[in-house]
């Protein structure tokens, strides 16, 4: 049941009347209404009203107020600037992170195939949910957002087709038929676009792989099908963050940050340590053989 007034008491009265006579219809019908499991709450911009409870009865009972009701799986706050929304996918993103953070630092993990499904499940479901809002962090999502706004451009059975943004009531609140484009692309083809420049944005190592062939895709490279110990240890390698003893030193694991070969070791050692296999980034970027030795050779060190 909902209302729009100008103040509280009207609301107030609106709403007990209206529950009265939803009473006199659970009467006649044989229902037995349930007044402790009914929630209310209010939406509005007075912030002096903020804690402002609403004070309705149904049956003699004080109906509970809700600060954040969640409708169709969207928590709704008392502005609705989605805040609260915003804050609860964030927590289960994290968690989520968290949870394919311990599985793929195991041994016993099947295939790298299988853990990008399970990260895409995990958290891909999630940040579809809050889309303009993580426009500026995640590129990906940008996408999303942009073909959300076409469908509501061309597509009569989107629910806010041919629908025109409120003015604003708030100069934090845009709403996100202002501030998107219609896609002119597949959304393949912008979300490469979109990766494309923030390789670009990145400096020389990623336009030299670019100058190669070696382009951002949606898919695994091709060495995707060896063991997991290695795949991860070549994607160690790749970002230059791993166990190398140096920075076991740094977390205070061992007390030495050398090398077998008496050199400080760090992942940029690593790969070019007199004592192991040597490979470049440029063999890790595609990966050829001279970076699966190097990555097997590691692959029970970092
Ligand atoms: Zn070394």
Same mark, same amino acid.
């Given at each position: 049941?909902?209302?729009?007034?100008?103040?509280?008491?009207?609301?107030?009265?609106?709403?007990? &009347?209206? @529950?009265?006579?939803?009473?006199?219809?659970? @009467?006649?019908?044989?229902?037995?209404?349930?007044?402790?499991?009914?929630?209310?709450?209010?939406?509005? !911009?007075?912030?002096?009203?903020?804690?402002?409870?609403?004070? $309705?009865?149904?049956?003699?009972?004080?109906?509970?107020?809700?600060?954040?009701?969640?409708?169709?799986?969207?928590?709704? /706050?008392?502005?609705?600037?989605?805040?609260?929304?915003?804050?609860?996918?964030?927590?289960?993103?994290?968690? &989520?992170?968290?949870?394919?953070?311990?599985?793929?630092?195991?041994?016993?993990?099947?295939?790298?195939?299988?853990?990008?499904?399970?990260?895409?499940?995990?958290?891909? !479901?999630?940040?579809?949910?809050?889309?303009?809002?993580?426009?500026?962090?995640?590129?990906?999502?940008?996408?999303?957002?942009?073909?959300?706004?076409?469908?509501?451009?061309?597509?009569? &059975?989107?629910?806010?087709?041919?629908?025109?943004?409120?003015?604003?009531?708030?100069?934090? &609140?845009?709403?996100?038929?202002?501030?998107?484009?219609?896609?002119?692309?597949?959304?393949?083809?912008?979300?490469?676009?979109?990766?494309?420049?923030?390789?670009?944005?990145?400096?020389?190592?990623?336009?030299?792989?670019?100058?190669?062939?070696?382009?951002?895709?949606?898919? !695994?490279?091709?060495?995707?099908?060896?063991?997991?110990?290695?795949?991860?240890? @070549?994607?160690?390698?790749?970002?230059?963050?791993?166990?190398?003893? $140096?920075?076991?030193?740094?977390?205070?694991?061992?007390?030495?940050?050398?090398?077998?070969?008496?050199?400080?070791?760090?992942?940029?050692?690593?790969?070019?340590?007199?004592?192991?296999?040597?490979?470049?980034?440029?063999?890790?970027?595609?990966?050829?053989?001279?970076?699966?030795?190097?990555?097997?050779?590691?692959? /029970?060190?970092?």
């Amino acid at each position: 049941m909902a209302t729009q007034q100008h103040n509280f008491p009207e609301i107030e009265s609106t709403l007990e &009347r209206g @529950l009265s006579d939803m009473s006199a219809y659970y @009467l006649e019908n044989h229902l037995r209404p349930n007044p402790g499991k009914t929630q209310i709450c209010s939406f509005h !911009l007075k912030n002096r009203e903020a804690k402002r409870e609403l004070d $309705v009865t149904w049956d003699g009972i004080k109906l509970e107020n809700y600060q954040h009701p969640v409708y169709l799986g969207v928590t709704l /706050d008392r502005t609705l600037s989605y805040k609260a929304h915003i804050q609860k996918t964030r927590a289960k993103v994290s968690t &989520r992170n968290s949870l394919l953070r311990q599985l793929t630092n195991s041994k016993w993990v099947g295939s790298p195939k299988y853990t990008a499904y399970i990260g895409t499940s995990l958290v891909l !479901l999630h940040r579809r949910i809050c889309l303009p809002s993580m426009e500026q962090i995640v590129p990906c999502t940008a996408v999303i957002t942009k073909a959300e706004r076409t469908k509501q451009a061309n597509d009569n &059975r989107h629910s806010l087709h041919e629908h025109s943004a409120a003015q604003k009531r708030l100069s934090s &609140r845009s709403s996100f038929l202002d501030t998107t484009e219609v896609l002119g692309t597949t959304q393949t083809d912008a979300r490469i676009t979109e990766w494309q420049n923030q390789w670009n944005s990145l400096g020389n190592q990623t336009t030299q792989w670019m100058e190669r062939g070696i382009t951002p895709d949606k898919c !695994l490279t091709t060495v995707h099908d060896q063991p997991w110990p290695v795949w991860k240890t @070549l994607n160690r390698l790749r970002v230059g963050e791993g166990r190398c003893k $140096v920075s076991m030193k740094k977390w205070k694991i061992t007390t030495s940050g050398a090398c077998v070969c008496g050199e400080s070791q760090t992942m940029e050692h690593i790969m070019r340590c007199s004592q192991a296999p040597q490979c470049t980034g440029d063999d890790l970027a595609e990966p050829n053989a001279a970076a699966l030795t190097c990555a097997n050779h590691w692959k /029970d060190v970092i």
